[in-house]
């Protein structure tokens, strides 16, 4: 080696060593933020092509579901869950293992600019909009439809036959029950105190009535689950809420819930302020709830998953005492998980353990500021490119599929925020969609999903081993 050569080669080693050392930590660092006005903090990202020793001959192959099918067990003919071999699986209707991987609100736009894009890319034809729409989901990795789709659009596609897409039904049973007493605030419905109306005799015999419905859809084999509400606000501190109750009516079933189930526990009121109580009361609202609307949910629809009220509270997560009581009525835990870049693998276990049960996250995004967007609303990671909205997506569900306890993710959403058209607060101008308002997708972001989302069974016999 001339000298020349070898003082290009050591300076270069020398600029590069920092990024040397983080490649063989198996991540690198990705610059984001939590919204607009907030600086950019570096964190650890982790993508698949990082991952040490990672390497796929062959990608295993998938069925319509996006199932492995070099693994089978019992076929009933519906989705199900099972755990087998130290993991938990959703099995498709017909037998073979599933990671679910799905996009909420695959709906038109309404706005100007998507409705010019829908008369010229799929001339003004719904049943095209949604074939091709489907087409595109399912050749990036999406075999799915979360919360806040057009079901109806998806069942009757000619499509739904040989390449069905799995689909999800929100019912809204608690604030549908509690319509006129609740409020809109971002991304859920309020409630007085922050307490849902639980205790009262009414919400058992309104889940009865709403759910003798659900017995026409008993037969559909590509009906996912149900979810039966969002967000609810489960909360350590919802003992005082509804002891605060009684102030506005000393009659409020709510209210004296509250107080008969300290009695019954050999509680005061004044012991409601001590965290220990407050946690074991959760519990107690978390089983009053989930068992009501299992029960009903199954009396007439007993083939179909209960997923859940999509739980986003922190504390009722950590909360031991709410998950075990959840646990034995639903048969996975929708997860709406923001705020963390990656995962928390410890959170996520005791989860699991907690439940017994399986989870899945229901929503999470990242937002990119080269969208052209403001991204003022919503809870998602804001960070500069397209690309590293890819890049974040890889680094999530790594964390995701290295849990035993995680069957699944749905993305938050399919299309962006249009800021001319009203919207709810958390939904105004956030660049959340894999497609833009005009139906052309982001592509980076687009590339970055496809190559995980079909690399997901070779990833979880990676980790797994």
């Given at each position: 080696?001339?000298?020349?050569?070898?003082?290009?080669?050591?300076?270069?080693?020398?600029?590069?060593?920092?990024?040397?050392?983080?490649?063989?930590?198996?991540?690198?660092?990705?610059?984001?933020?939590?919204?607009?006005?907030?600086?950019?903090?570096?964190?650890?990202?982790?993508?698949?092509?990082?991952?040490?020793?990672?390497?796929?001959?062959?990608?295993?192959?998938?069925?319509?579901?996006?199932?492995?099918?070099?693994?089978?067990?019992?076929?009933?003919?519906?989705?199900r869950?099972?755990?087998?071999?130290?993991?938990?699986?959703?099995?498709?209707?017909?037998?073979?293992?599933?990671?679910?991987?799905?996009?909420?609100?695959?709906?038109?736009?309404?706005?100007?600019?998507?409705?010019?894009?829908?008369?010229?890319?799929?001339?003004?034809?719904?049943?095209?909009?949604?074939?091709?729409?489907?087409?595109?989901?399912?050749?990036?990795?999406?075999?799915?439809?979360?919360?806040?789709?057009?079901?109806?659009?998806?069942?009757?596609?000619?499509?739904?036959?040989?390449?069905?897409?799995?689909?999800?039904?929100?019912?809204n049973?608690?604030?549908?029950?509690?319509?006129?007493?609740?409020?809109?605030?971002?991304?859920?419905?309020?409630?007085?105190?922050?307490?849902?109306?639980?205790?009262?005799?009414?919400?058992?015999?309104?889940?009865?009535?709403?759910?003798?419905?659900?017995?026409?859809?008993?037969?559909?084999?590509?009906?996912?689950?149900?979810?039966?509400?969002?967000?609810?606000?489960?909360?350590?501190?919802?003992?005082?809420g509804?002891?605060?109750?009684?102030?506005?009516?000393?009659?409020?079933?709510n209210?004296?819930?509250?107080?008969?189930?300290?009695?019954?526990?050999?509680?005061?009121?004044?012991?409601?302020?001590?965290?220990?109580?407050?946690?074991?009361?959760?519990?107690?609202?978390?089983?009053?709830?989930?068992?009501?609307?299992?029960?009903?949910?199954?009396?007439?629809?007993?083939?179909?998953?209960?997923?859940?009220?999509?739980?986003d509270?922190?504390?009722?997560?950590?909360?031991?005492?709410?998950?075990?009581?959840?646990?034995?009525?639903?048969?996975?835990?929708?997860?709406?998980y923001?705020?963390e870049?990656?995962?928390?693998?410890?959170?996520?276990?005791?989860?699991?353990?907690?439940?017994?049960?399986?989870?899945?996250?229901?929503?999470?995004?990242?937002?990119?500021?080269?969208?052209?967007?403001?991204?003022?609303?919503?809870?998602?990671?804001?960070v500069?490119?397209?690309?590293?909205?890819?890049?974040?997506?890889?680094?999530?569900?790594?964390?995701?599929?290295?849990?035993?306890?995680?069957?699944?993710?749905?993305?938050?959403?399919?299309?962006?925020?249009?800021?001319?058209?009203?919207?709810?607060?958390?939904?105004?101008?956030?660049?959340?969609?894999?497609?833009?308002?005009?139906y052309?997708?982001?592509?980076?972001?687009?590339?970055?999903?496809?190559?995980?989302?079909?690399?997901?069974?070779?990833?979880?016999?990676y980790?797994?081993?």
């Open positions: 080696m001339n000298t020349r050569f070898r003082y290009f080669y050591i300076t270069l080693s020398i600029i590069l060593l920092p990024y040397l050392a983080e490649a063989q930590n198996n991540y690198f660092k990705v610059e984001a933020k939590k919204k607009p006005t907030s600086p950019y903090i570096a964190y650890e990202t982790r993508t698949v092509s990082q991952l040490p020793n990672f390497k796929v001959d062959k990608v295993i192959a998938t069925n319509i579901y996006g199932s492995r099918l070099d693994k089978k067990t019992k076929a009933t003919g519906f989705f869950t099972e755990f087998i071999d130290g993991r938990w699986w959703v099995v498709d209707p017909e037998g073979y293992l599933n990671i679910c991987r799905a996009v909420n609100n695959i709906q038109k736009g309404n706005g100007t600019v998507s409705k010019d894009a829908l008369a010229s890319k799929f001339e003004n034809n719904d049943t095209t909009w949604m074939t091709k729409t489907m087409e595109y989901l399912n050749s990036i990795g999406f075999y799915g439809a979360g919360s806040w789709s057009v079901n109806d659009a998806i069942i009757s596609n000619p499509r739904q036959k040989n390449s069905p897409m799995a689909y999800t039904i929100m019912l049973w608690m604030s549908g029950y509690g319509r006129g007493r609740t409020v809109q605030l971002p991304g859920h419905m309020g409630y007085p105190n922050n307490c849902i109306f639980v205790f009262e005799k009414g919400f058992a015999e309104y889940c009865e009535t709403k759910a003798k419905a659900l017995a026409a859809n008993k037969n559909d084999k590509n009906l996912f689950g149900y979810f039966t509400d969002n967000e609810l606000p489960f909360k350590d501190v919802n003992l005082t509804y002891l605060g109750l009684g102030q506005l009516d000393p009659k409020n079933e209210y004296l819930a509250a107080k008969q189930w300290l009695a019954d526990n050999n509680f005061t009121e004044t012991d409601a302020a001590n965290i220990d109580v407050q946690r074991k009361f959760l519990g107690h609202v978390g089983k009053t709830y989930f068992s009501i609307v299992h029960k009903a949910l199954k009396k007439y629809d007993p083939n179909h998953m209960n997923l859940g009220p999509r739980v509270k922190e504390d009722a997560r950590a909360n031991d005492y709410f998950m075990k009581a959840i646990g034995p009525y639903v048969d996975i835990l929708a997860i709406n923001y705020r870049w990656t995962p928390n693998s410890a959170f996520m276990t005791t989860w699991g353990t907690n439940l017994n049960k399986p989870f899945m996250v229901t929503e999470f995004y990242t937002k990119g500021e080269d969208s052209g967007l403001a991204n003022t609303s919503g809870a998602g990671w804001i500069r490119t397209q690309l590293e909205r890819g890049y974040e997506y890889q680094n999530y569900t790594l964390a995701l599929l290295e849990s035993k306890y995680c069957v699944g993710w749905h993305w938050f959403k399919y299309m962006d925020n249009d800021p001319s058209m009203p919207g709810e607060p958390s939904n105004i101008d956030g660049n959340k969609g894999i497609m833009k308002i005009d052309e997708p982001y592509t980076p972001l687009a590339e970055q999903m496809m190559d995980l989302n079909f690399k997901v069974y070779n990833l979880i016999d980790f797994d081993k």
